[in-house]
């Protein structure tokens, strides 16, 4: 099991759930791989770009 507000770290891991902060409360959900990948990249792209400021 990992716990971590990393969503790289969802690299790693084959079995993602996701625990997000609504405004209802909180939402959790199993990633497919794809959602996982994508998840990863977008968190990647942030990155560079704060990078680049």
Do not use: F, Y
Not at 13 to 23: Q, S, W
Not at 39 to 52: K, R, W
């Amino acid at each position: 099991m990992v716990i971590s507000h990393l969503h790289a770290a969802a690299e790693a891991v084959d079995d993602v759930l996701l625990v997000e902060r609504t405004p209802a409360g909180l939402s959790a959900r199993w990633l497919t791989p794809a959602q996982r990948d994508e998840l990863a990249q977008a968190d990647l792209v942030s990155g560079l770009q704060a990078l680049a400021r």
